[in-house]
């Protein structure tokens, strides 16, 4: 792992902070190599009950590193490909990292950084944070991204910010549901930790089995297969081990044996 990234864990919480403060956390092959071993080695650490992406300096991500754009101006259409190739890998890791996930988001976002923002479960915003999907600024489209953008702001506004590159503030991002709280500066940190208590607190499997739940029922037509892959879910966890200690500590008015 380079000095790209910071990792912790306190309280069965992990961060993963992006620390090029001097480059804006603008990422290049590097860190998106990073950011995706990163999450995939927190999905397998069962202690982990949630997943905090953080960034230090001014701005959370300003898209692409400079110098890797220079690199890429060059590419050929097969590196071109494997090189989106690995920020798809990235992104997806983080979308589907079995934990939920938090974007702590104390700075401007940009282009690509929009991505790690949609991707991640949930989003804490400053009230000073800008956005901007500025891609077609530079004859480029927010491709690789766009699966997880989409998700979180909505085809309506996707419209509107991938055609324009305007730039907007963070009530905005907050009215079109790119993020879910916006807070000051020296609210963000009770305002995250607020969210991964709730988590913490939470049934562990529950937990990562909403995140799948709401992953495969999204924006799918309401049919048999869906309805019966429903009825299913909620039959398995509730003869599950944590299913049935849930409803019991909730019937004798205890705390469940996973806060005990």
Known sequence: MSTALTLSTQNS?????????????????????DLKSAFLSVAQDASVRCVVLAAEGPAFCAGADLNWMRRMADYSQGENLADAGELAAMLRAIYECPQPTIARVQGDVYAGGMGLVAACDMAVSVDTANYCLSEVKLGLI????????????GARAAHRYFLTAERFGAAEA???GLVHEVVTADALDAQVAELT???VNASPNAVRACKRLVQNVAEREINDALVAQTVAGIADIRSSAEGKEGVQSFLQKRKPQWLA
Do not use: C, G, K
């Not at 919480?13 to 190599?33: G, K, Q």
């Not at 927010?142 to 702001?153: E, Q």
């Open 13 to 33: 919480v992990h961060t993963i902070t992006l620390s090029r403060p001097d480059v804006r956390n603008a990422f290049n092959d590097e860190v998106i190599a």
């Open 142 to 153: 927010p491709a690789t991204i766009s699966p997880y953008v989409i998700r979180a702001m």
């Open 174 to 176: 907050h009215r079109i």
């Open 197 to 199: 208590q709730a988590l």
